[in-house]
């Protein structure tokens, strides 16, 4: 990414009816799809829509810290697709290996998660590199938690763009140590070193940088004025009724909306 920049300084990369660079891209939705309750996720993706997000995010396979918490379920993958079909959103979900990867793309889904814990995943980042060599196919690379130099970060996202789609948005998205009171470090503040070294968009997540509903709007915020190029935002349409983080993370639709109009504001300033 660094060595090609001048290569690629003029690639662009449309998710949906949206062309990074030219308007903020807005991705919302669950952490975490619950398949027992698929009205949640339906509800979301219109509530999300209507509130002005251009892709819907949905945990389908989830990297939980307990073995024995929710793992995620493959019906979810069903249920995300046909919010898909329901809204005309593109659809953004995380997977963690090759099985998940290939039923991944088999399904349709529009964009691919790499988690901040296989953001140094080596074999799996090739994987997904060598699968959506000759597709459309955009990946989302979260930030891991333990990643320093801003190279290690880049070389990773190298990993999958040197097999031939340079469709990778860097998304930043809060590191460990967590800064007292919040889920993570919010790491907004390294955008303009993304983009100074790279051509690739920067697509923040407030929602793990944060950690918490009440911090995401302004955390969201921030990230736009230090020029992100789009967001990625957990919401629902009841929280406290959600699994995984949305019961403590995720915005309401009104929230969404509000931050959604907000974020758009500041961006074109
Ligand atoms: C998520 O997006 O729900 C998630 C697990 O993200 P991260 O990999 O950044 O923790
Ligand atoms: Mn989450």
Request: aromatic share 6%.
């Amino acid at each position: 990414l660094m060595d090609r920049r001048s290569d690629l300084a003029s690639h662009r990369i449309t998710l949906g009816s949206v062309t990074l660079g030219e308007e903020l891209l807005v991705i919302a939705g669950q952490c975490t799809i619950d398949p027992k309750n698929p009205n949640f996720l339906y509800e979301t993706a219109h509530a999300v829509k209507e509130a002005g997000a251009n892709a819907l995010r949905g945990g389908v396979w989830k990297p939980r810290t307990n073995p024995y918490s929710f793992q995620g379920d493959v019906k979810s993958l069903d249920i995300l697709m046909e919010a898909h079909r329901r809204t005309g959103l593109p659809v953004d979900a995380e997977v963690m290996d090759e099985t998940q990867l290939h039923l991944a793309l088999d399904a349709g889904v529009h964009m691919l998660q790499v988690g901040a814990r296989n953001a140094l995943n080596y074999s799996l980042l090739r994987a997904i590199g060598r699968a959506v060599a000759d597709r459309k196919t955009i990946v989302l690379l979260k930030r891991g938690l333990h990643m320093g130099p801003i190279s290690e970060f880049i070389s990773a996202a190298e990993y999958i763009v040197s097999f031939g789609n340079p469709n990778v948005l860097l998304c930043p998205r809060g590191t460990a140590p967590a800064l007292d009171g919040y889920r993570n470090h919010p790491d907004e503040s390294i955008t303009p070193l993304l983009k100074e070294k790279t051509w690739a968009p920067v697509v923040v997540d407030p929602s793990h940088s944060v950690g918490k509903a009440s911090y995401v709007p302004a955390c969201a915020l921030a990230a736009v004025a230090y020029g992100a190029d789009g967001l990625c935002i957990e919401a629902h349409v009841q929280p406290s009724k959600g699994i995984g983080d949305d019961p403590k993370q995720a915005l309401t639709p009104e929230v969404l909306g509000e931050t959604i109009r907000q974020a758009r504001q500041l961006w074109t300033l």
